[in-house]
Protein backbone atom coordinates (compact mmCIF):
# COMPACT_ATOMS: atom_id res chain seq x y z
CA UNK A 1 0.00 0.00 0.00
CA UNK A 2 1.41 3.74 -0.87
CA UNK A 3 -0.26 6.75 -0.31
CA UNK A 4 0.68 9.74 -3.08
CA UNK A 5 -0.17 13.04 -1.95
CA UNK A 6 0.00 15.43 -5.27
CA UNK A 7 0.14 19.24 -5.52
CA UNK A 8 -3.01 19.86 -7.12
CA UNK A 9 -2.24 22.50 -8.78
CA UNK A 10 -0.89 22.43 -12.07
CA UNK A 11 -2.78 20.87 -14.63
CA UNK A 12 0.68 19.44 -16.83
CA UNK A 13 1.68 17.13 -14.04
CA UNK A 14 -1.72 15.07 -13.60
CA UNK A 15 -0.48 13.05 -16.86
CA UNK A 16 2.99 11.84 -15.13
CA UNK A 17 1.45 11.15 -11.79
CA UNK A 18 -1.29 8.88 -13.53
CA UNK A 19 1.97 6.96 -15.23
CA UNK A 20 3.10 5.58 -12.09
CA UNK A 21 -0.49 5.45 -10.38
CA UNK A 22 -1.44 3.25 -12.94
CA UNK A 23 1.64 0.49 -12.13
CA UNK A 24 1.72 1.98 -8.42
CA UNK A 25 -0.82 -0.47 -6.74
CA UNK A 26 -2.76 -0.53 -4.48
CA UNK A 27 -2.14 3.32 -3.75
CA UNK A 28 -4.48 5.68 -2.15
CA UNK A 29 -3.86 9.57 -3.36
CA UNK A 30 -4.28 12.83 -1.18
CA UNK A 31 -4.06 16.07 -2.57
CA UNK A 32 -4.56 20.00 -1.53
CA UNK A 33 -5.21 23.11 -2.80
CA UNK A 34 -4.02 25.71 -1.62
CA UNK A 35 -3.40 27.59 -4.99
CA UNK A 36 -6.92 27.22 -5.76
CA UNK A 37 -8.56 28.09 -1.98
CA UNK A 38 -6.66 31.27 -2.33
CA UNK A 39 -7.98 32.47 -5.84
CA UNK A 40 -11.65 31.28 -4.78
CA UNK A 41 -11.66 33.67 -1.59
CA UNK A 42 -9.84 36.39 -3.23
CA UNK A 43 -12.14 36.63 -6.33
CA UNK A 44 -14.69 36.05 -3.41
CA UNK A 45 -13.68 39.50 -1.44
CA UNK A 46 -12.61 37.12 1.51
CA UNK A 47 -8.88 37.39 0.75
CA UNK A 48 -6.70 34.25 2.72
CA UNK A 49 -5.60 35.07 6.24
CA UNK A 50 -2.98 33.04 7.94
CA UNK A 51 -1.71 31.82 11.48
CA UNK A 52 2.11 31.45 12.56
CA UNK A 53 2.18 29.14 15.66
CA UNK A 54 4.98 30.40 18.20
CA UNK A 55 6.52 27.25 17.06
CA UNK A 56 6.79 28.79 13.48
CA UNK A 57 4.54 26.78 11.56
CA UNK A 58 1.74 28.83 9.21
CA UNK A 59 -1.90 27.95 8.70
CA UNK A 60 -5.00 28.99 7.25
CA UNK A 61 -7.01 30.88 9.23
CA UNK A 62 -10.22 28.95 8.22
CA UNK A 63 -13.02 31.06 9.57
CA UNK A 64 -16.53 30.39 8.91
CA UNK A 65 -16.75 31.87 5.00
CA UNK A 66 -13.16 30.45 4.89
CA UNK A 67 -14.28 26.78 5.24
CA UNK A 68 -17.16 27.06 2.69
CA UNK A 69 -14.11 28.27 0.09
CA UNK A 70 -11.79 25.21 1.57
CA UNK A 71 -14.95 22.94 0.79
CA UNK A 72 -15.53 24.34 -2.81
CA UNK A 73 -12.28 24.95 -3.71
CA UNK A 74 -10.57 21.55 -2.59
CA UNK A 75 -13.57 19.26 -2.58
CA UNK A 76 -15.46 20.68 -5.62
CA UNK A 77 -12.92 22.22 -8.22
CA UNK A 78 -9.54 20.53 -7.38
CA UNK A 79 -11.07 16.98 -6.36
CA UNK A 80 -13.49 16.75 -9.79
CA UNK A 81 -10.46 18.45 -12.02
CA UNK A 82 -7.72 15.92 -10.41
CA UNK A 83 -10.32 12.89 -10.43
CA UNK A 84 -11.43 13.96 -14.07
CA UNK A 85 -7.90 14.16 -15.41
CA UNK A 86 -6.98 10.30 -13.75
CA UNK A 87 -10.03 8.84 -15.71
CA UNK A 88 -8.75 10.66 -18.72
CA UNK A 89 -5.32 8.69 -18.15
CA UNK A 90 -7.14 5.11 -17.32
CA UNK A 91 -6.74 5.50 -13.15
CA UNK A 92 -10.24 4.52 -11.95
CA UNK A 93 -10.15 7.65 -9.29
CA UNK A 94 -13.02 8.14 -6.97
CA UNK A 95 -12.89 11.46 -4.76
CA UNK A 96 -13.43 11.37 -1.40
CA UNK A 97 -13.12 14.20 1.00
CA UNK A 98 -12.74 13.44 4.71
CA UNK A 99 -16.33 14.12 5.70
CA UNK A 100 -17.46 11.22 3.14
CA UNK A 101 -18.64 7.91 5.15
CA UNK A 102 -16.75 9.77 8.05
CA UNK A 103 -13.40 8.89 6.59
CA UNK A 104 -11.09 11.64 8.47
CA UNK A 105 -12.63 12.51 12.14
CA UNK A 106 -11.41 14.85 13.96
CA UNK A 107 -11.79 17.54 16.40
CA UNK A 108 -11.70 21.37 16.26
CA UNK A 109 -9.02 23.26 17.56
CA UNK A 110 -10.67 25.71 19.85
CA UNK A 111 -7.79 27.95 20.94
CA UNK A 112 -4.89 28.81 18.34
CA UNK A 113 -2.13 30.78 19.86
CA UNK A 114 -0.94 33.15 16.60
CA UNK A 115 2.01 35.90 16.46
CA UNK A 116 0.91 38.85 15.39
CA UNK A 117 4.32 41.32 15.40
CA UNK A 118 5.58 41.14 19.29
CA UNK A 119 2.05 39.99 20.39
CA UNK A 120 0.83 36.37 20.72
CA UNK A 121 -3.24 36.50 20.10
CA UNK A 122 -5.34 33.28 20.94
CA UNK A 123 -7.86 32.83 18.00
CA UNK A 124 -11.24 30.99 18.56
CA UNK A 125 -13.48 30.65 15.67
CA UNK A 126 -11.19 28.62 13.33
CA UNK A 127 -12.14 25.64 11.51
CA UNK A 128 -9.25 23.36 11.60
CA UNK A 129 -8.75 20.25 13.33
CA UNK A 130 -6.77 17.73 14.68
CA UNK A 131 -7.11 14.38 13.02
CA UNK A 132 -8.28 11.52 15.54
CA UNK A 133 -9.67 8.69 13.60
CA UNK A 134 -9.25 7.35 9.60
CA UNK A 135 -12.03 5.25 8.52
CA UNK A 136 -9.65 2.51 6.58
CA UNK A 137 -12.83 0.45 6.09
CA UNK A 138 -13.72 2.45 3.09
CA UNK A 139 -10.46 2.71 1.30
CA UNK A 140 -10.36 -0.59 1.71
CA UNK A 141 -13.39 -1.54 0.15
CA UNK A 142 -12.83 0.97 -2.90
CA UNK A 143 -9.35 -0.45 -3.23
CA UNK A 144 -10.86 -4.21 -3.40
CA UNK A 145 -13.16 -3.16 -6.01
CA UNK A 146 -10.15 -1.48 -7.69
CA UNK A 147 -10.55 2.21 -7.78
CA UNK A 148 -7.96 4.52 -6.53
CA UNK A 149 -9.46 6.75 -3.88
CA UNK A 150 -8.11 10.59 -4.24
CA UNK A 151 -9.12 12.01 -0.43
CA UNK A 152 -8.94 15.78 0.27
CA UNK A 153 -9.99 18.16 2.89
CA UNK A 154 -12.28 19.26 4.68
CA UNK A 155 -12.40 16.59 7.44
CA UNK A 156 -15.76 15.68 10.16
CA UNK A 157 -15.72 17.59 13.24
CA UNK A 158 -16.35 14.61 15.67
CA UNK A 159 -18.70 17.41 18.05
CA UNK A 160 -20.39 18.83 15.51
CA UNK A 161 -20.31 17.45 12.69
CA UNK A 162 -19.78 20.68 10.42
CA UNK A 163 -16.56 20.17 7.68
CA UNK A 164 -13.15 21.29 9.06
CA UNK A 165 -9.80 22.42 7.43
CA UNK A 166 -6.52 20.36 7.76
CA UNK A 167 -3.40 21.06 6.23
CA UNK A 168 -2.71 17.87 3.34
CA UNK A 169 0.69 16.60 4.17
CA UNK A 170 -0.58 16.05 7.67
CA UNK A 171 -4.31 14.40 6.40
CA UNK A 172 -1.67 12.00 3.90
CA UNK A 173 0.60 11.35 7.02
CA UNK A 174 -2.48 9.97 9.04
CA UNK A 175 -3.81 8.32 6.20
CA UNK A 176 -0.57 6.55 5.16
CA UNK A 177 -0.12 5.55 8.97
CA UNK A 178 -3.72 4.32 9.32
CA UNK A 179 -3.21 2.17 6.45
CA UNK A 180 0.01 0.57 7.28
CA UNK A 181 1.59 1.96 4.00
CA UNK A 182 4.65 0.66 2.85
CA UNK A 183 5.88 4.48 2.05
CA UNK A 184 3.88 7.95 1.90
CA UNK A 185 5.31 9.79 -1.27
CA UNK A 186 4.86 14.22 -0.91
CA UNK A 187 5.00 15.47 -4.54
CA UNK A 188 6.11 19.06 -4.74
CA UNK A 189 7.29 21.48 -7.03
CA UNK A 190 11.19 20.90 -6.03
CA UNK A 191 13.23 18.49 -6.26
CA UNK A 192 13.03 17.89 -1.99
CA UNK A 193 13.86 19.27 0.96
CA UNK A 194 16.76 21.56 -0.40
CA UNK A 195 19.62 23.32 1.61
CA UNK A 196 19.48 26.48 -0.09
CA UNK A 197 15.44 26.56 -0.91
CA UNK A 198 16.45 28.91 -4.04
CA UNK A 199 19.00 26.32 -5.28
CA UNK A 200 17.43 22.86 -6.11
CA UNK A 201 21.08 21.49 -6.63
CA UNK A 202 21.42 21.63 -2.72
CA UNK A 203 18.93 18.87 -2.39
CA UNK A 204 19.03 16.43 0.62
CA UNK A 205 19.12 12.95 -0.71
CA UNK A 206 18.11 11.53 2.93
CA UNK A 207 17.29 12.61 6.56
CA UNK A 208 17.56 9.43 8.77
CA UNK A 209 14.99 9.50 11.65
CA UNK A 210 16.78 10.79 14.29
CA UNK A 211 18.09 13.79 12.06
CA UNK A 212 14.29 15.37 11.59
CA UNK A 213 14.44 17.27 14.14
CA UNK A 214 17.11 19.25 13.25
CA UNK A 215 15.89 19.57 9.80
CA UNK A 216 12.61 20.76 10.78
CA UNK A 217 14.42 23.90 12.97
CA UNK A 218 16.34 24.63 9.55
CA UNK A 219 13.57 24.82 6.67
CA UNK A 220 10.46 27.37 6.61
CA UNK A 221 7.10 27.45 4.71
CA UNK A 222 5.48 24.35 2.90
CA UNK A 223 8.29 22.59 3.09
CA UNK A 224 8.62 22.64 7.24
CA UNK A 225 5.13 21.02 7.19
CA UNK A 226 5.94 18.12 4.76
CA UNK A 227 9.15 17.33 7.27
CA UNK A 228 6.49 17.90 10.35
CA UNK A 229 3.94 15.56 8.44
CA UNK A 230 6.94 13.07 7.57
CA UNK A 231 7.77 12.92 10.98
CA UNK A 232 3.90 11.59 11.68
CA UNK A 233 4.46 9.19 9.05
CA UNK A 234 7.42 7.98 10.85
CA UNK A 235 6.11 7.86 14.33
CA UNK A 236 2.68 6.32 12.78
CA UNK A 237 4.90 3.24 11.25
CA UNK A 238 5.12 4.33 7.92
CA UNK A 239 9.28 3.18 7.11
CA UNK A 240 9.48 5.60 4.62
CA UNK A 241 8.56 9.12 2.98
CA UNK A 242 9.95 10.40 0.15
CA UNK A 243 9.54 14.06 -0.74
CA UNK A 244 9.71 13.79 -4.62
CA UNK A 245 9.42 16.49 -7.86
CA UNK A 246 6.07 16.43 -9.13
CA UNK A 247 7.12 17.75 -12.48
CA UNK A 248 9.34 15.55 -13.60
CA UNK A 249 8.28 12.44 -15.38
CA UNK A 250 6.81 9.70 -13.70
CA UNK A 251 7.33 10.82 -10.51
CA UNK A 252 5.61 8.40 -8.21
CA UNK A 253 7.95 5.52 -9.31
CA UNK A 254 10.72 7.95 -9.45
CA UNK A 255 10.17 9.01 -5.66
CA UNK A 256 9.71 5.32 -4.91
CA UNK A 257 12.93 4.26 -6.37
CA UNK A 258 14.37 7.23 -4.07
CA UNK A 259 14.82 10.05 -5.99
CA UNK A 260 14.19 13.32 -3.70
CA UNK A 261 14.79 13.43 -0.20
CA UNK A 262 14.18 9.59 1.35
CA UNK A 263 13.02 10.46 5.30
CA UNK A 264 13.28 6.79 7.00
CA UNK B 1 -33.79 -0.09 -3.74
CA UNK B 2 -35.27 3.69 -3.67
CA UNK B 3 -33.85 6.82 -5.47
CA UNK B 4 -34.15 9.71 -3.31
CA UNK B 5 -33.81 13.30 -5.03
CA UNK B 6 -33.23 16.38 -2.65
CA UNK B 7 -33.11 20.05 -2.88
CA UNK B 8 -29.95 20.76 -1.58
CA UNK B 9 -31.19 24.10 -0.35
CA UNK B 10 -32.16 24.63 3.11
CA UNK B 11 -30.43 23.20 5.93
CA UNK B 12 -33.55 22.97 7.77
CA UNK B 13 -35.03 19.88 5.50
CA UNK B 14 -31.80 17.85 6.12
CA UNK B 15 -32.75 16.41 9.57
CA UNK B 16 -36.23 15.47 8.38
CA UNK B 17 -34.79 13.98 5.14
CA UNK B 18 -32.13 11.92 7.43
CA UNK B 19 -34.99 10.64 9.39
CA UNK B 20 -36.56 8.72 6.79
CA UNK B 21 -33.54 7.70 4.88
CA UNK B 22 -32.26 5.49 8.10
CA UNK B 23 -35.45 3.62 7.21
CA UNK B 24 -35.95 3.38 3.86
CA UNK B 25 -32.65 1.29 2.53
CA UNK B 26 -31.07 0.89 0.33
CA UNK B 27 -31.29 3.96 -1.53
CA UNK B 28 -29.83 6.29 -3.31
CA UNK B 29 -29.50 10.27 -3.10
CA UNK B 30 -28.97 12.59 -5.57
CA UNK B 31 -29.40 16.10 -4.98
CA UNK B 32 -28.77 19.45 -6.96
CA UNK B 33 -28.10 22.71 -5.75
CA UNK B 34 -29.20 25.29 -8.36
CA UNK B 35 -29.47 28.22 -5.50
CA UNK B 36 -26.24 27.93 -4.64
CA UNK B 37 -24.85 27.80 -8.27
CA UNK B 38 -26.34 30.92 -9.17
CA UNK B 39 -25.26 32.40 -5.69
CA UNK B 40 -21.85 31.43 -6.37
CA UNK B 41 -21.73 32.65 -9.83
CA UNK B 42 -23.02 36.10 -9.17
CA UNK B 43 -20.61 36.69 -6.28
CA UNK B 44 -18.33 35.44 -9.05
CA UNK B 45 -19.37 37.87 -11.23
CA UNK B 46 -19.77 35.63 -13.53
CA UNK B 47 -24.13 36.24 -13.09
CA UNK B 48 -26.16 33.12 -13.93
CA UNK B 49 -27.35 32.79 -17.98
CA UNK B 50 -30.54 30.66 -19.02
CA UNK B 51 -31.06 28.32 -22.12
CA UNK B 52 -34.96 28.17 -22.97
CA UNK B 53 -35.37 25.27 -25.72
CA UNK B 54 -37.77 25.48 -28.60
CA UNK B 55 -39.83 22.92 -26.28
CA UNK B 56 -40.14 25.29 -23.40
CA UNK B 57 -37.77 23.84 -20.82
CA UNK B 58 -34.89 26.05 -19.61
CA UNK B 59 -31.69 25.23 -18.78
CA UNK B 60 -28.46 26.61 -17.14
CA UNK B 61 -25.96 28.14 -19.93
CA UNK B 62 -23.14 26.37 -18.92
CA UNK B 63 -19.98 27.66 -20.46
CA UNK B 64 -16.41 26.88 -19.22
CA UNK B 65 -16.13 28.98 -16.90
CA UNK B 66 -19.58 28.11 -15.31
CA UNK B 67 -19.01 24.63 -15.26
CA UNK B 68 -16.37 25.62 -12.58
CA UNK B 69 -18.70 27.18 -10.69
CA UNK B 70 -20.80 24.32 -10.73
CA UNK B 71 -18.17 21.76 -9.68
CA UNK B 72 -17.48 24.40 -6.68
CA UNK B 73 -21.10 24.52 -5.74
CA UNK B 74 -22.71 21.51 -6.31
CA UNK B 75 -19.82 18.69 -5.36
CA UNK B 76 -17.80 21.26 -3.29
CA UNK B 77 -20.09 22.93 -0.81
CA UNK B 78 -23.54 21.97 -1.62
CA UNK B 79 -22.44 17.48 -1.63
CA UNK B 80 -20.40 18.37 1.40
CA UNK B 81 -22.85 20.37 3.56
CA UNK B 82 -25.55 17.62 2.86
CA UNK B 83 -23.20 14.71 3.65
CA UNK B 84 -21.87 16.02 6.59
CA UNK B 85 -26.06 16.78 7.70
CA UNK B 86 -26.47 13.09 6.77
CA UNK B 87 -23.74 12.32 9.38
CA UNK B 88 -25.59 14.67 12.05
CA UNK B 89 -28.23 12.35 11.83
CA UNK B 90 -26.49 9.07 11.98
CA UNK B 91 -26.86 8.42 8.14
CA UNK B 92 -24.11 7.05 6.58
CA UNK B 93 -23.59 9.01 3.30
CA UNK B 94 -20.59 8.74 1.21
CA UNK B 95 -20.34 12.28 -1.48
CA UNK B 96 -19.80 11.22 -5.39
CA UNK B 97 -20.16 13.35 -8.28
CA UNK B 98 -20.88 11.43 -12.06
CA UNK B 99 -17.38 11.89 -12.33
CA UNK B 100 -16.27 9.53 -9.40
CA UNK B 101 -15.61 6.36 -10.95
CA UNK B 102 -17.12 7.18 -13.70
CA UNK B 103 -20.14 6.96 -11.99
CA UNK B 104 -21.88 8.71 -14.58
CA UNK B 105 -20.70 8.94 -18.05
CA UNK B 106 -22.40 11.59 -20.63
CA UNK B 107 -21.90 13.37 -23.97
CA UNK B 108 -21.79 17.17 -24.64
CA UNK B 109 -24.74 18.82 -26.43
CA UNK B 110 -22.42 20.25 -29.04
CA UNK B 111 -25.61 22.31 -30.45
CA UNK B 112 -28.31 23.66 -28.54
CA UNK B 113 -31.19 25.45 -29.58
CA UNK B 114 -32.06 28.55 -27.27
CA UNK B 115 -35.70 30.26 -28.15
CA UNK B 116 -33.98 34.48 -27.79
CA UNK B 117 -37.04 36.61 -28.14
CA UNK B 118 -38.52 35.70 -31.68
CA UNK B 119 -35.28 34.38 -32.97
CA UNK B 120 -33.49 30.53 -32.29
CA UNK B 121 -29.37 30.50 -31.77
CA UNK B 122 -27.25 27.41 -31.93
CA UNK B 123 -25.35 27.59 -28.92
CA UNK B 124 -22.08 25.71 -29.19
CA UNK B 125 -19.75 25.92 -26.25
CA UNK B 126 -22.46 24.93 -23.41
CA UNK B 127 -20.54 22.05 -21.11
CA UNK B 128 -23.87 20.32 -20.38
CA UNK B 129 -24.17 16.69 -21.42
CA UNK B 130 -27.13 14.20 -22.24
CA UNK B 131 -26.34 10.54 -20.18
CA UNK B 132 -25.08 7.45 -21.58
CA UNK B 133 -24.50 5.25 -18.61
CA UNK B 134 -24.52 4.61 -14.74
CA UNK B 135 -21.76 2.88 -12.74
CA UNK B 136 -23.83 1.07 -11.10
CA UNK B 137 -21.09 -1.76 -9.53
CA UNK B 138 -19.99 1.51 -7.63
CA UNK B 139 -22.95 2.33 -5.85
CA UNK B 140 -23.64 -1.44 -5.32
CA UNK B 141 -20.45 -1.60 -3.58
CA UNK B 142 -21.29 1.27 -1.50
CA UNK B 143 -24.35 -0.14 -0.44
CA UNK B 144 -23.13 -3.73 0.15
CA UNK B 145 -20.66 -2.02 2.82
CA UNK B 146 -23.90 -0.33 4.75
CA UNK B 147 -23.37 3.48 2.51
CA UNK B 148 -25.85 5.57 1.24
CA UNK B 149 -24.42 7.05 -1.51
CA UNK B 150 -24.92 11.13 -1.92
CA UNK B 151 -24.61 11.93 -6.26
CA UNK B 152 -24.51 15.26 -7.33
CA UNK B 153 -23.41 17.05 -10.85
CA UNK B 154 -21.26 16.88 -12.93
CA UNK B 155 -21.02 14.26 -14.80
CA UNK B 156 -18.28 12.98 -17.10
CA UNK B 157 -17.46 14.11 -20.83
CA UNK B 158 -16.99 10.12 -22.39
CA UNK B 159 -14.87 12.23 -25.06
CA UNK B 160 -13.19 14.93 -23.69
CA UNK B 161 -13.04 13.27 -19.49
CA UNK B 162 -14.12 16.62 -19.00
CA UNK B 163 -16.55 17.51 -16.14
CA UNK B 164 -19.94 18.25 -17.83
CA UNK B 165 -23.26 19.73 -16.33
CA UNK B 166 -26.69 17.93 -16.04
CA UNK B 167 -29.96 18.21 -14.34
CA UNK B 168 -30.49 16.39 -11.50
CA UNK B 169 -33.83 15.50 -11.74
CA UNK B 170 -32.86 13.73 -14.48
CA UNK B 171 -29.21 12.27 -13.21
CA UNK B 172 -31.73 10.87 -10.74
CA UNK B 173 -34.02 9.33 -13.02
CA UNK B 174 -31.49 7.99 -14.80
CA UNK B 175 -30.23 6.69 -11.69
CA UNK B 176 -33.23 5.08 -10.90
CA UNK B 177 -33.56 3.33 -13.87
CA UNK B 178 -30.09 1.93 -13.86
CA UNK B 179 -30.68 0.68 -10.10
CA UNK B 180 -33.90 -0.94 -11.07
CA UNK B 181 -35.22 1.24 -8.41
CA UNK B 182 -38.79 -0.08 -6.67
CA UNK B 183 -39.21 4.44 -6.74
CA UNK B 184 -38.10 7.69 -7.53
CA UNK B 185 -38.74 10.15 -5.06
CA UNK B 186 -38.63 13.96 -6.22
CA UNK B 187 -38.64 16.29 -3.07
CA UNK B 188 -39.30 19.30 -3.21
CA UNK B 189 -40.47 23.07 -2.10
CA UNK B 190 -44.04 22.63 -2.85
CA UNK B 191 -46.64 19.98 -1.67
CA UNK B 192 -46.13 18.51 -5.74
CA UNK B 193 -47.72 19.02 -9.42
CA UNK B 194 -50.27 21.86 -8.74
CA UNK B 195 -53.28 22.92 -11.41
CA UNK B 196 -52.30 26.57 -9.77
CA UNK B 197 -48.79 26.96 -9.00
CA UNK B 198 -49.89 29.65 -6.60
CA UNK B 199 -52.48 27.29 -4.61
CA UNK B 200 -51.23 24.36 -2.78
CA UNK B 201 -54.49 22.87 -2.85
CA UNK B 202 -54.75 22.60 -6.47
CA UNK B 203 -52.22 19.63 -6.28
CA UNK B 204 -52.33 16.67 -8.30
CA UNK B 205 -52.54 13.45 -6.41
CA UNK B 206 -52.12 10.79 -9.24
CA UNK B 207 -51.14 11.31 -12.97
CA UNK B 208 -51.54 7.98 -15.14
CA UNK B 209 -48.62 7.27 -17.00
CA UNK B 210 -50.85 7.70 -19.79
CA UNK B 211 -51.77 11.41 -19.45
CA UNK B 212 -48.06 12.55 -18.21
CA UNK B 213 -47.59 14.18 -21.67
CA UNK B 214 -50.69 16.06 -21.26
CA UNK B 215 -49.52 17.46 -17.94
CA UNK B 216 -46.00 18.42 -19.44
CA UNK B 217 -47.75 20.69 -21.73
CA UNK B 218 -49.73 22.87 -18.68
CA UNK B 219 -46.59 23.49 -16.24
CA UNK B 220 -43.39 25.53 -16.35
CA UNK B 221 -40.41 25.66 -15.23
CA UNK B 222 -38.70 23.37 -12.52
CA UNK B 223 -41.77 21.30 -12.37
CA UNK B 224 -42.07 20.52 -15.86
CA UNK B 225 -38.01 19.26 -15.51
CA UNK B 226 -39.45 16.75 -12.66
CA UNK B 227 -42.58 15.79 -14.89
CA UNK B 228 -39.50 15.17 -17.82
CA UNK B 229 -37.54 13.48 -15.00
CA UNK B 230 -40.32 11.42 -13.92
CA UNK B 231 -41.55 10.16 -18.08
CA UNK B 232 -37.62 9.09 -18.60
CA UNK B 233 -38.37 6.95 -15.30
CA UNK B 234 -41.16 5.27 -15.74
CA UNK B 235 -39.63 4.75 -19.80
CA UNK B 236 -36.26 3.17 -17.84
CA UNK B 237 -38.78 0.70 -15.63
CA UNK B 238 -39.17 2.35 -12.90
CA UNK B 239 -42.99 1.51 -11.58
CA UNK B 240 -43.33 4.87 -9.26
CA UNK B 241 -41.96 8.57 -9.48
CA UNK B 242 -43.96 10.26 -6.06
CA UNK B 243 -42.75 14.65 -6.07
CA UNK B 244 -43.60 15.28 -2.38
CA UNK B 245 -43.22 17.90 0.14
CA UNK B 246 -39.47 18.23 1.06
CA UNK B 247 -40.86 20.55 4.01
CA UNK B 248 -43.23 18.50 5.68
CA UNK B 249 -42.25 16.17 8.69
CA UNK B 250 -40.44 12.76 7.80
CA UNK B 251 -40.88 13.13 3.52
CA UNK B 252 -39.04 10.13 2.24
CA UNK B 253 -41.42 7.69 3.97
CA UNK B 254 -44.75 10.53 3.35
CA UNK B 255 -43.91 10.54 -0.19
CA UNK B 256 -43.34 6.75 -0.34
CA UNK B 257 -46.70 6.39 1.49
CA UNK B 258 -48.20 8.31 -1.32
CA UNK B 259 -48.43 12.04 -0.53
CA UNK B 260 -47.89 14.25 -3.07
CA UNK B 261 -48.27 13.73 -6.59
CA UNK B 262 -47.66 9.66 -7.63
CA UNK B 263 -47.29 9.02 -11.30
CA UNK B 264 -46.80 5.67 -12.19
Known sequence: MYVIKVGGRDGNDFANVAEGLREVRPSVVVHGGSTAVDALATALGHPPRF???????????????????????????????????????????????????????????????????????VIHDDRSGTIESVNVGLLHGLLASGYIPVVS????????????????????????????????????????????????????????????????????????????????????GVPRVVIGDSRRPDPVRAALRGEGTVIA
Open 51 to 121: LTSPSGYVSRYTDAAAIDIVSMAMAGRENVALVAALQANDVPAVGLSGVDGRLVVGRRKTAIRSVEGDKVK
Open 153 to 236: PPILDAQDHLPLNVDADRLAAHIASSLSAKALVLLTNVPGVCLDASDPSTVVLSIPRADLTAHLERVQGGMRKKLLAASEALAG
